[in-house]
């Protein structure tokens, strides 16, 4: 029986955990959920990209209030998409919205046929005409009973407001017991699981399954012999620091995440409500940090004076469930800040373990179940790995690191199947299988990513167009899509109206 769950870790990962365990274990089972953090320790924060894997937590989870309350509380923004500067070739730029498909009604070939972005390529057109495109052009925002409604929206968050936030609504269920304390030490049990947890006031802590949500210490992952698995070979990045600044009086508040290729890495500009959060990534054995300080200074036409400088290694571990110990958030995987992977997987990983396996007489020790668990967890991370290379696929050579990041070599062999795959027709979701198991990302964030940096053949794109028969239907798409959106928006909100409103 599992009686008694254990998180160690709060921040946005340990508390977006145990929002899910309230959410998905009912209070007549009679679970105990406890969670351990250290006592506050000063963190820097600076603004937060996230998927609208965040955002369906904040809308369903019931304890957690409603979105315009979290608004408040938290300075967080909308986000629609990304707009990449300079990936391709400095001065071009191109934006990836958070991609609702276009479905080909017709069924032939598929249903999965996005025959208007694939008019995009075949036309060498720059994906702007659709709503959301234009609402980020714009600036502007779903109409309120629109935005309701969309899948396709996410957040730009203050992660210590928002863990603050999390933590707060979480606790008042009274269903949580929180520890604060430091974790001396951990003994574990005969099965090579976790037995219990020492608390430095001597105090031990038992349970039956125990999330580890401690970041890059992995605390209790170390402990019980996971391995770290290394994404160096085929990403370059390895270093960021911080520098944000509020946000003028007037200043727009942007709805959407800006990334731009510097000489050595990139910078994100993230906008919240008071303050934009920025930083640059970079791959600090090609560039000291005083200088790419300096030649961030230069780009910016400021001094810049980093808040903090933050070390890490892309990768995951090789087990993400050993025994009674599950791995959540960066304790488990971190593949760079490009595309908000990081907390988007939190949400994912532990929402995959709860729907299909948690329950209270899950047996915490069956290899099978870990085997499964685990096979799809790292398909899915290197899958994630896969999608951001492909970002780096650029003709850029103007330092050594383009040189070296958009080398084949950093393809891993699913990627190059797919490159393969691609020279002959157009991306589609069968594509993201592996090993019979759906890793999608998303297509339409493929089909974006890779129309910006002009990676598919438009010759291709047109001769499928006309064999199925959808070119003059996409022409005309195209049509209602561009009347459509222009009579939308006029009726929208600016970014900085509804803020001012809340």
């Not at 989870?61 to 315009?68: M, Q, T």
């Not at 003059?472 to 959106?485: C, E, G, H, L």
Request: charged share 25%; glycine share 6%.
């Amino acid at each position: 029986m599992i009686d008694h769950i254990v998180i160690v870790g709060g921040g946005t990962s340990g508390w977006l955990t145990a929002s899910t365990l309230l959410y998905k274990t009912h209070p007549k089972n009679n679970i105990k959920i406890t969670l351990i953090e250290s006592k506050d320790i000063p963190i820097i924060g600076v603004g937060e990209s996230v998927t609208g894997k965040m955002r369906d937590t904040i809308l369903y989870h019931d304890h957690l209030g409603d979105e315009k309350e979290f608004f408040k509380e938290t300075g967080s923004t909308f986000k629609y998409g990304i707009k990449h500067i300079d990936w391709y070739k400095k001065g071009e730029d191109f934006i990836s919205p958070i991609g609702s498909d276009f479905d080909n009604y017709t069924d032939f070939p598929s249903v999965d046929y996005d025959y208007v972005r694939i008019y995009h390529i075949a036309e060498k057109l720059k994906y702007e005409s659709p709503i959301q495109n234009q609402l980020m052009l714009q600036n502007k925002l779903y109409n309120e009973e629109d935005n309701k409604k969309q899948s396709d929206c996410a957040y730009h968050i203050d992660g210590i407001k928002t863990s603050k936030y999390l933590r707060k609504k979480c606790l008042a269920t009274n269903r949580i017991n929180r520890i604060e304390s430091t974790i001396k030490d951990i003994k574990l049990n005969e099965k090579g699981g976790i037995d219990s947890l020492t608390l430095e006031e001597g105090q031990t802590i038992s349970a039956d399954l125990f999330i580890d949500c401690t970041g890059f210490h992995r605390l209790l992952m170390n402990k019980i012999g996971a391995k770290f698995v290394s994404y160096k070979d085929n990403l370059l990045v390895n270093k960021a620091f911080v520098f944000p600044r509020p946000l003028g009086e007037n200043e727009t508040i942007k709805n959407y995440t800006t990334v731009t290729a510097r000489d050595y890495g990139w910078t994100f500009d993230i906008h919240l409500q008071n303050r934009n959060g920025r930083g640059y990534v970079f791959n600090s054995d090609m560039i000291s940090v005083d200088s790419a300080i300096e030649e961030i200074s230069k780009c910016y036409n400021e001094k810049i004076e980093p808040l903090k400088v933050l070390n890490f290694e892309c990768g995951r571990i090789d087990r993400f469930w050993i025994n009674n110990v599950l791995a959540v958030g960066q304790s488990s995987q971190f593949v760079e800040p490009m595309e908000a992977t990081a907390l988007h997987t939190t949400v994912l990983q532990f929402n995959h373990f709860m729907n299909y396996y948690f329950n209270n007489n899950l047996n915490m020790y069956e290899d099978d179940l870990h085997n499964q668990y685990n096979t799809y967890m790292t398909n899915y991370m290197n899958n994630v790995r896969d999608f951001i290379t492909f970002h780096y696929i650029s003709p850029r050579n103007d330092t050594d690191f383009w040189i070296e990041s958009s080398s084949k070599k950093r393809w891993s062999n699913e990627l190059q199947t797919k490159m393969n795959i691609w020279k002959n027709r157009m991306p589609r979701n069968t594509d993201y299988f592996y090993k019979g198991i759906d890793m999608n990302v998303g297509n339409s964030l493929w089909l974006q990513v890779g129309m910006g940096m002009n990676i598919f053949d438009s010759e291709i794109a047109k001769r499928e167009l006309n064999y199925y028969g959808h070119y003059d239907r996409a022409k005309q798409t195209m049509r209602d899509i561009i009347n459509y959106s222009t009579n939308y928006l006029k009726n929208c909100k600016t970014t900085n109206e509804y803020y001012k409103n809340l």
